[in-house]
């Protein structure tokens, strides 16, 4: 059980690993929109979590399940480092605390005037067309991917579960 | 490994029942501290009570469970921003996803972006969180808003790439 525990506390680095190879060796981030970068290393990471199961003997020792178990763990946490990645992307609040850092001291009005709406939307449709998600026709966009659709009600329908308004523009 | 691995996800999925239940009857002012004390703080105070009163079950298996818990509960803090601050990316998906083969004009998305849905609410969050002060209309980091904004700073770096486009 040991062997299964660290493995699976070391897993996450295999994605972070690969990340920053892929950014610091291949510079991948000048071809690939950073979503796709993080999701091909997390992918990637699976290789070395599985070899890592297999040579340490604890698919034998433990059974399919311990793999099962490693499996989750993993993809768990690498989902949460994608969430990590992101935010660090996209976030308005981590923008506006990395705007703060580290003793500046502004109004609301001032933090507004770095804010630049448009480009904020520019960002988000170039990110979800570069992904496959949504498709550009001239001057409109055309949701394509499932992904992103079904990500979408699941995230509207758990808010309704809570009582949160998900509000729709 | 087995009922370590079921337990752990039903476990998870107490503490998101016991989330909702808590979310339904009074929505907490500081989300982030109810969520980190919902899903991290209780599961760590309850399981040395639950080791002693089911001594049968080793150590090692503890400690799998609550980390499979913690990897789940992870997943799900981070992600949770996003059905709380009315992620941008998600209306428009579901804009397009409403407007079907006809697609939406960017003219019409772009109401969203409007400075009143998009920013001041951010600001409110980052006051509730306790992340930033506002005092006589001028806004602070607090020093855990200190550490945050270092973290994404250094995270930033050592992966090399220039600051988010937030």
């Given amino acids: 059980m040991a062997k299964v525990f660290f493995i699976s506390i070391l897993s996450p ?4 690993a690969f990340h920053i190879v892929s950014i610091r060796v291949f510079g991948l981030e000048r071809k690939l929109a950073g979503q796709s970068i993080v999701g091909l290393s997390a992918l990637a990471g699976y290789l070395p979590v599985a070899l890592a199961l297999v040579s340490t003997g604890v698919l034998k020792e433990e059974g399919w399940w311990a793999a099962i178990y490693v499996f989750i763990s993993y993809s768990a946490l690498a989902y949460s480092y994608f969430h990590i990645y992101n935010m660090s992307e996209t976030a308005r609040r981590i923008r506006i605390l990395r705007e703060l850092y580290p003793d500046r001291v502004m109004s609301a009005l001032e933090l507004e005037s770095g804010y630049n709406a448009i480009g904020m939307l520019e960002n988000r449709l170039e990110r979800l067309v570069s992904t496959g998600q949504a498709d550009e026709r001239g001057d409109r966009y055309v949701l394509k991917g499932r992904l992103i659709r079904y990500a979408a009600k699941a995230v509207a329908w758990w808010a309704g579960v809570l009582g949160l308004p998900f509000k729709k523009f | 490994m087995r009922s370590v691995t079921v337990a752990a996800i039903l476990f998870f999925l107490t503490c998101l029942f016991l ?3 808590v979310w339904r009857l009074r929505l907490p002012r500081n989300r982030p501290a109810a969520l980190f004390f919902i899903f991290i703080l209780v599961p760590s105070a309850l399981s040395p009570f639950l080791s002693v009163l ?3 079950i080793p150590i090692e298996a503890w400690a799998l469970l609550l980390f499979l818990h913690f990897s789940l509960s992870s997943a799900y803090i981070l992600s949770y921003p996003a059905v709380e601050a009315v992620s941008p990316t998600l209306v428009i998906a579901l804009q397009l996803c409403e407007a079907g083969e006809n697609g939406v004009a960017r003219a019409e998305l772009a109401d969203f ?5 998009v920013f001041r609410p951010r600001i409110n969050d980052l006051i509730d969180s306790g992340l930033v002060n506002e005092r006589d209309g001028l806004i602070s980091l ?3 808003g200190k550490t945050l904004a270092g973290f994404f700073i250094l995270y930033r770096r050592a992966l090399g790439l220039p600051p988010g486009r937030g």
């Fill in chain 1, 13 to 16: 680095l295999a994605v972070f």
């Fill in chain 2, 19 to 21: 989330h909702a239940c």
């Fill in chain 2, 54 to 56: 089911m001594p049968s």
């Fill in chain 2, 113 to 117: 972006f409007k400075s009143d849905n």
């Fill in chain 2, 142 to 144: 607090t020093s855990k």
